[in-house]
């Protein structure tokens, strides 16, 4: 018998047996002893019992452990940016959906923008105090870490917080064209995605003054008095760039509200005697507050 | 080495995982676009520029990615460094091992060290007193006094956070602050034993690039080009001499240290060993010497890292194959080894300078001298009369390694046949076995331990019958079937690495068909691998089963893609019945194939947590608060909280999964 014949009776001869030969393209195909049950399996068995693991030894255990305590330790430091999806992703049962195209893929994060604020949770709360913000990015600005002749130059402005925007923002600028970058940063704003990274929007900065040391909050407080809130340190050069804000008209931007108004919501919770707060009703309450 | 997708993919849930998602996009970004500039990596994100250079900050500083600047182009070129970002899943084994290792103190310098990426070394002892010891006053006080403000900074304490309070609080009791010095000390301690190294500006650039910036650099010296074989040797060795010297800059800081610290009186170091090998560092020359590196970049070294691991497996797979004693013993030798060994496998660049350290060996001293003193070497080996034994043959010295089986696990080991040696070459020291009194004038003979002879009579005995006890767990490992130690010379041990690694990675591939195929399919595949190619027709005989019985088993375990066959027809027409069908295993592809539904494996644990932690969170939000932190029990309602357990139990079980996938990637990759 040839080969073609073998193969071509394989249906009919298999057809009484509840089986099937070997397929053609097996190395057995002509071995018609033999029969191979090609029912196509079911996507998910539901006989399909996964064997249970054995429990953690104490070494894994441990190292696990370390592994969570790590990741703990690293979220809270300000290096770490939060993940957020947009609300699409986020409400969508399954959150590992099959994902085509980059597109597709960059769809899935969340914007953070003045457009995409839940209107019903940006109001300022008490329990914001122990949210930390969604960090969008690192803040770089306070970390005093890092080493810049390790880092490409086209890095060193990002590395000093300084970072302005645009293909060429990360170059450090020297000297003190300081109004410049600040409209230049300003009129970045025309570029899409610019602004949804403002960080001192909503209530990011109490996690900010939180990570000060008293004589620093007792500067910040004493720089308030003079002449309005100031991040880095150097109140006279940052009270001409908030003028120059308050002129230009496009400013209307309520991040500049933290230089003192009637009603500074970002700071009513934070100045003064947070420390003294009841912690036997409010703090109770609030976690269970959900 | 991490080709795939679900190794791509692994890396970026990874780095989501501890870093964020902003380094995570940015590295994904370039994983899928290969080296590129900001511009690019814009492109593919839909992040803007400011926001990617953030995230390329980010990943610079935590050792993730190679850039490369070229003077003459405006922009700087990124590359992601896939191995590193999969070593992030071995932070926690990394953090135990220190522990187990150096103590505590060491263990918080490396959280440190990883937590910030990389860190010049008086900025690191700053951060650290900063975190550690303040934070210790801080929750001490807020325990006493019942205040909680909103710095609840105490997240590095563990008791809450792994679920094991009981075990961690009590060493947290134990915990003194350590002194100043004493930072400077164990953290010099880590840089000569090669877990912590120093960062240049080379180490950024990937291998490749480093390697051409050095080949074009020694091209100027050519400027006519190469002609002929004599100034391409020429060529090639000033390449090697510039790497090596850029290798050496590198660790020219460990190796100061490890000089000043080898050079320490060793009665100091006995000193210490006897208060616990745990701490067994040498106290004092390291912190002085870092005085004047304060300003050196310093990171942890993966490698290094590494090889500790792999001797905390062997000396796992030594106690299940031999004993508990045996392996305690087995652990002090590749802890004694390990000091000459700087990575796992040898890389291409520097193969020639490390050849040198191919073969390490270890004394039986030295192997002593890093036992726990509190190991009872006495169980564990059974008591055989002088004349049951061949001396000749049980201590018989193996001087050359043995070849490995199979050339695709070939490290560079050289040629060399299982030599059968000869039969006089021996080591005479275990003829002095019984011989206590002489044992010991032995040792007291050795430098640096004066006084043994002295005081042989109380103590010399005692210590003598220990390291003879020692010597027989010793030679137990020698004579095993798996040859876990070689008995390289007089005195002299060693570990054939490459060998027995892979008869470990056969071990574990065994198990795996094993448990996949059952015992005829583990038979059949063996007896493949022992074969090599065999005809489908001889090997049920073979196998001594059925025909259809084999042929349903390789048609399953071919469909899983563990086996193959290849066709080699007798004439033209290529008819079935006229064409041999020969069955065979290949190794390296399964080990890939296996590596690459491990890595999906882990991807989906990954996955997996993601979906349990938002079917929980509501409760995470609430743990996550940092007034609840480290507080959960008495802040959270019950419900809420053993709800909180519920989902820590489902993490913990999770990562110890992914942990145990990492143990063979591990097994089969990189040791």
């Known amino acids: ?290 | 080495m991490l080709g795939t997708k679900s190794a791509a993919e692994l890396c970026v849930l990874l780095i989501d995982e501890l870093y964020g998602q902003l380094p995570s996009r940015v590295f994904a970004a370039l994983l899928a676009r290969g080296r590129s500039n900001v511009g690019k990596l814009v492109q593919q994100s839909s992040l803007n520029p400011k926001q990617v250079r953030h995230g390329l900050v980010v990943l610079i500083q935590q050792n993730l990615i190679f850039y490369h600047t070229d003077p003459d182009a405006p922009h700087s070129l990124y590359e992601a460094n896939p191995s590193a970002a999969y070593n992030l899943v071995r932070v926690g084994k990394i953090l135990d091992m220190v522990e187990n290792q150096y103590g505590r103190t060491a263990k918080l310098l490396v959280h440190d060290v990883i937590l910030l990426g990389q860190i010049e070394i008086a900025e690191l002892v700053r951060h650290y007193k900063h975190e550690h010891c303040a934070q210790k006053k801080d929750s001490d006080g807020e325990v006493e006094a019942g205040h909680n403000g909103i710095n609840g900074d105490d997240h590095t304490n563990p008791n809450h956070i792994n679920g094991n309070g009981t075990a961690s609080s009590a060493t947290e009791d134990e915990y003194a602050e350590p002194e100043d010095e004493e930072v400077y000390d164990i953290l010099a301690q880590l840089i000569a034993s090669g877990f912590i190294e120093s960062v240049t500006a080379s180490t950024f650039q990937s291998p490749e690039d480093l390697r051409t910036g050095v080949e074009q650099e020694v091209m100027k010296d050519f400027p006519n080009g190469l002609r002929g074989a004599k100034q391409t040797n020429e060529f090639d060795t000033m390449v090697m001499d510039e790497l090596k010297s850029i290798h050496g800059e590198r660790t020219a800081l460990k190796r100061k240290l490890q000089d000043r610290l080898d050079y320490e009186p060793n009665i100091k170091r006995r000193k210490l060993t006897n208060c616990g090998w745990a701490n067994g560092f040498v106290a004092t020359g390291g912190g002085s010497l870092l005085d004047e590196e304060f300003d050196t970049m310093i990171r942890l070294n993966h490698d290094k890292c590494i090889v500790e691991l792999r001797n905390q497996k062997l000396a796992e797979h030594v106690e299940d194959i031999i004993g508990d004693t045996t392996a305690q013993v087995y652990g002090a030798l590749l802890r004694a080894l390990s000091k000459k060994i700087s990575r796992c496998r040898v890389s291409g660049i520097l193969s020639n300078e490390e050849a040198d350290f191919l073969e390490p060996r270890v004394s039986t001293d030295d192997v002593f001298e890093h036992l726990s003193p509190s190991v009872d070497v006495s169980f564990g080996i059974g008591t055989a009369s002088e004349d049951t034994i061949d001396i000749r043959y049980a201590e018989k010295i193996r001087r050359d390694p043995p070849q490995l089986q199979d050339p695709s696990f070939q490290d560079g080991l050289q040629e060399g046949d299982v030599v059968v040696a000869s039969d006089d070459e021996y080591d005479e020291t275990g003829e002095l076995t019984n011989g206590a009194a002489v044992n010991g004038s032995r040792r007291g003979s050795k430098p640096g331990q004066n006084g043994t002879k002295v005081k042989g009579e109380d103590g010399g005995p005692l210590s003598s019958q220990r390291l003879r006890q020692m010597r027989q767990h010793l030679l137990i490992l020698a004579e095993s079937k798996q040859q876990f130690v070689r008995h390289c010379g007089a005195g002299q041990w060693t570990v054939d690495f490459g060998p027995l690694l892979q008869r470990v990675r056969f071990i574990e591939l065994d198990t795996m068909i094993e448990e996949s195929f059952g015992r005829q399919g583990l038979r059949l595949t063996r007896i493949l691998r022992e074969k090599g190619k065999i005809d489908d027709k001889t090997l049920p005989t073979m196998a001594l089963m059925r025909k259809p019985d084999v042929h349903v088993k390789m048609a399953e375990m071919e469909m899983a893609g563990f086996l193959d066959v290849q066709e080699v027809p007798r004439d033209n027409n290529r008819a079935a019945n006229r064409t041999m069908f020969f069955w065979f295993f290949d190794e390296e592809r399964t080990l890939r194939r296996i590596l690459d539904s491990t890595y999906k494996s882990m991807v989906r644990c990954l996955e997996r947590l993601e979906v349990e932690r938002r079917r929980r969170k509501n409760v995470l939000s609430v743990t996550e608060r940092r007034d609840v932190q480290g507080k959960e029990k008495d802040m959270l309602r019950s419900d809420v909280y053993s709800e909180w357990l519920e989902f820590l139990e489902v993490e913990k079980k999770l990562l110890g999964q992914i942990g145990r996938m990492d143990d063979l990637v591990a097994i089969l990759r990189d040791y």
């Open chain 1, 1 to 290: 018998m040839s080969g073609r014949g073998g193969r071509g009776g394989r249906g009919g001869r298999g057809g009484g047996r509840g089986g099937k030969p070997a397929p053609p393209g097996m190395p057995f195909g002509d071995d018609p002893s033999l029969i191979v049950n090609d029912e196509p399996q079911d996507t998910y068995p539901k006989s399909y019992k996964p064997p249970a693991a054995p429990p953690l030894t104490p070494l894994e255990e441990r190292s696990g452990g370390c592994f969570v305590q790590f990741r703990l330790a690293y979220h809270n430091s300000p290096m770490y940016t939060h993940r957020h999806l947009n609300a699409d992703a986020l409400s969508t049962k399954d959150p590992v959906m099959p994902r085509y195209g980059q597109a597709q893929i960059n769809e899935r994060f969340g914007i953070k923008n003045r457009a995409t604020v839940d209107p019903f949770l940006a109001v300022p709360m008490y329990s914001h105090q122990f949210v930390d913000d969604t960090r969008t990015l690192p803040a770089l600005r306070g970390a005093r870490l890092y080493r810049k002749d390790l880092f490409p130059q086209e890095l060193w402005g990002t590395l000093g917080g300084k970072d302005t925007g645009g293909p060429k923002g990360g170059f450090e600028v020297e000297g003190k064209p300081k109004l410049g970058r600040k409209r230049k940063a300003l009129a970045d704003d025309d570029y899409p995605f610019a602004d949804d990274d403002d960080e001192a929007f909503g209530p990011g900065h109490y996690k900010r003054r939180e990570n000060e040391t008293e004589e620093e909050r007792k500067a910040r407080i004493d720089g308030a008095g003079k002449g309005g809130e100031n991040e880095e340190g150097e109140p006279g050069e940052v009270d001409l760039d908030e003028e120059e804000e308050e002129l230009s008209a496009e400013d209307d931007d309520y991040e500049d509200d933290e230089d003192g108004g009637d009603y500074d919501a970002e700071a009513y919770f934070d100045d003064g005697e947070d420390e003294d707060y009841g912690e036997e009703e409010g703090i109770g309450e609030s976690a269970m507050d959900f």
